[in-house]
């Protein structure tokens, strides 16, 4: 029964990892003109408000309650501020990536204690759905949140997305 829940968490993550844009594939063009940004989601709150994506081009920001309520959807809007908010620095994707991971080190941990007191991050191992070697639930947390810094970082760069409304140096919207 365990090794069923990990490997269902492995496969969430996988599916993750592997969602894109498909707006691309389609054939439009989308050179910095924010078709490829994603819109933030709004944390709490059953408003609707707007921020701009790119320069002239408002979207509309979702409300979704389940951000404050579910600590892996609190880490993904997280990574997703913070990488677009750091994606204007000029060091390489993966170190702004490295930096969008620390800036979100509570909300991970959050997710980590989540996951360990549901009874689902115990020392049992499974074979990762990505390469077969042995992993375990945290293991599995760390690679995921890893790899969607790097694609926040590198989609708010390629589609010049705009950071996130930003107060006393945080984004704004950020759950606690």
């Not at 968490?9 to 594939?25: K, P, Y």
């Not at 408002?58 to 993904?76: L, Q, R």
Request: proline fraction near 7%; hydrophobic fraction near 40%.
């Amino acid at each position: 029964m365990a090794r069923l829940k990990i490997l269902t968490l492995a496969t969430v993550a996988t599916l993750g990892l592997a969602a894109c844009d498909n707006a691309h594939q389609a054939g439009v063009a989308a050179t910095g003109n924010g078709a490829r940004c994603q819109p933030f989601v709004a944390a709490a709150t059953t408003t609707t408000t707007t921020t701009t994506t790119a320069p002239g081009q408002p979207a509309a920001v979702t409300t979704s309650p389940a951000v404050a309520a579910d600590p892996s959807a609190a880490v993904e809007d997280c990574l997703h501020r913070w990488g677009y908010a750091l994606a204007s620095s000029s060091d390489d994707a993966s170190q702004v990536a490295t930096a969008t991971v620390a800036a979100c080190g509570p909300s991970i941990a959050r997710w980590n204690q989540a996951t360990v007191a549901s009874g689902e991050g115990g020392p049992e191992t499974a074979p990762s759905l990505m390469n077969g070697q042995q992993t375990t639930p945290l293991t599995e947390h760390f690679i995921f949140t890893q790899g969607r810094a790097l694609f926040y970082v590198v989609q708010a760069r390629a589609g010049k997305c705009a950071a996130p409304p930003m107060q006393n140096g945080t984004p704004v919207g950020l759950v606690d």
